[in-house]
């Protein structure tokens, strides 16, 4: 099969389409022929720490490889078609549409990969196409962790969401809508009138107006790209409010560590969980026109160091798409 290879750290350039040995399904997974994945900023991490925070450099390190990766296929997002079943799989069966990831150990960006039949995964519904359902797991499960399980956000409460317009923000503002919040985004110019569609009540251009220093108050700031800290976004937050960080700080731990026994104003963050449970519910979202994937391109498998090349660069509006065209996908 063809798949993207990466074997050493450097620009994008040194992913390379080459020929690699197709999978073979173990007992308990499924052999899924993918149709689209992703490139995710959790992709360009692992292609070359691209967007890590300084101070957990070593642990990224050790955790894709020092010298060189210790993944050497990545992507994780993906949508296909399951081609073969494990003698022990149940819940699904040659022929069905589906969508998820492979979870951590990546694999995505190629014709072929292997999931575990109990991992993300879910049926991908008629309606939704091969992209939609790749822009799903990572950035949906990314911002549902933060809106629904970190910040319990209820009706009426009101959130201010930094990095509007990126894939995890996308999904943000519209699971904060969904919720009852008011949200106001923050985003550049270019993208303002997106957030406002994706139903924001308000969207302030980072450009212009600097959002730390405003006089309204929040119960929860989201800094989706890491471009504040805690300190500067203090201010806006309410006695009881919640800093939420997805580009975690050791100094941001620290701080976490001592707001936790002091009291008033807190931050939070983490890694959310990837579950099939939570693909299930985007697809009841989508269905009734609550939610929907915001897709910025599109590339094919063979030009994939050019999706990293445009996504490195960070501005990318909602997610970037790579197909696999040797497949008949929806474009």
Same mark, same amino acid.
């Given at each position: 099969?063809?798949?993207?290879?990466?074997?050493?750290?450097?620009?994008?350039?040194?992913?390379?389409?080459?020929?690699?040995?197709?999978?073979?399904?173990?007992?308990?997974?499924?052999?899924?022929?993918?149709?689209?994945?992703?490139?995710?900023?959790?992709?360009?991490?692992?292609?070359?720490?691209?967007?890590?925070?300084?101070?957990?450099?070593?642990?990224?390190?050790?955790?894709?490889?020092?010298?060189?990766?210790?993944?050497?296929?990545?992507?994780?997002?993906?949508?296909?078609?399951?081609?073969?079943?494990?003698?022990?799989?149940?819940?699904?069966?040659?022929?069905?549409?589906?969508?998820?990831?492979?979870?951590?150990?990546?694999?995505?960006?190629?014709?072929?990969?292997?999931?575990?039949?109990?991992?993300?995964?879910?049926?991908?519904?008629?309606?939704?196409?091969?992209?939609?359902?790749?822009?799903?797991?990572?950035?949906?499960?990314?911002?549902?962790?933060?809106?629904?399980?970190?910040?319990?956000?209820?009706?009426?409460?009101?959130?201010?969401?930094?990095?509007?317009?990126? $894939?995890?923000?996308?999904?943000? *503002?519209? /699971?904060?809508?969904?919720? =009852?919040?008011?949200?106001?985004?923050?985003? +550049?110019?270019?993208?303002?009138?997106?957030?406002?569609?994706?139903?924001?009540?308000?969207?302030?251009?980072?450009?212009?107006?600097?959002?730390?220093?405003?006089?309204?108050?929040?119960?929860?700031?989201?800094?989706?790209?890491?471009?504040?800290?805690?300190?500067?976004?203090?201010?806006?937050?309410?006695?009881?409010?919640?800093?939420?960080?997805?580009?975690?700080?050791?100094?941001?731990?620290?701080?976490?560590?001592?707001?936790?026994?002091?009291?008033?104003?807190?931050?939070?963050?983490?890694?959310?969980?990837?579950?099939?449970?939570?693909?299930?519910?985007?697809?009841?979202?989508?269905?009734?026109?609550?939610?929907?994937?915001?897709?910025?391109?599109?590339?094919?498998?063979?030009?994939? $160091?050019?999706?990293?090349?445009? *996504?490195? /660069?960070?501005?990318?509006? =909602?997610?970037?798409?790579?197909?696999?065209? +040797?497949?008949?996908?929806?474009?």
């Amino acid at each position: 099969m063809k798949a993207i290879v990466h074997t050493k750290y450097g620009p994008p350039d040194e992913l390379q389409l080459k020929e690699v040995q197709k999978p073979v399904p173990k007992e308990n997974e499924v052999l899924i022929k993918i149709h689209a994945t992703t490139v995710t900023t959790t992709d360009c991490n692992a292609r070359n720490f691209t967007f890590v925070p300084k101070s957990f450099m070593f642990f990224a390190r050790l955790v894709f490889g020092f010298k060189k990766p210790k993944i050497n296929i990545l992507g994780i997002d993906l949508a296909g078609e399951i081609e073969a079943v494990g003698k022990d799989v149940k819940l699904f069966k040659k022929g069905d549409q589906v969508f998820g990831s492979p979870g951590t150990k990546f694999g995505a960006h190629a014709e072929y990969v292997c999931v575990p039949e109990d991992g993300a995964l879910a049926i991908k519904p008629a309606s939704m196409s091969w992209e939609e359902a790749a822009a799903i797991s990572l950035a949906g499960n990314t911002a549902l962790f933060f809106i629904r399980d970190l910040a319990k956000i209820q009706t009426g409460q009101k959130i201010l969401i930094h990095g509007a317009s990126g $894939a995890i923000g996308t999904y943000a *503002v519209q /699971l904060a809508k969904y919720y =009852g919040a008011e949200v106001t985004g923050v985003c +550049s110019a270019t993208n303002v009138e997106m957030v406002k569609s994706l139903g924001a009540d308000k969207v302030i251009d980072y450009t212009k107006e600097d959002f730390t220093k405003t006089d309204e108050r929040y119960d929860f700031v989201f800094d989706v790209v890491g471009k504040t800290t805690f300190l500067q976004c203090k201010g806006i937050l309410k006695q009881k409010g919640i800093y939420l960080e997805n580009n975690l700080e050791l100094k941001d731990i620290l701080i976490m560590m001592w707001r936790s026994l002091v009291g008033g104003k807190k931050i939070k963050g983490g890694v959310s969980i990837e579950r099939a449970e939570n693909l299930n519910f985007f697809i009841e979202l989508i269905e009734s026109g609550k939610l929907k994937p915001v897709i910025d391109r599109t590339f094919p498998l063979e030009k994939s $160091a050019e999706a990293f090349r445009y *996504v490195e /660069l960070g501005h990318k509006k =909602g997610n970037v798409i790579i197909i696999n065209q +040797s497949f008949n996908c929806n474009f």
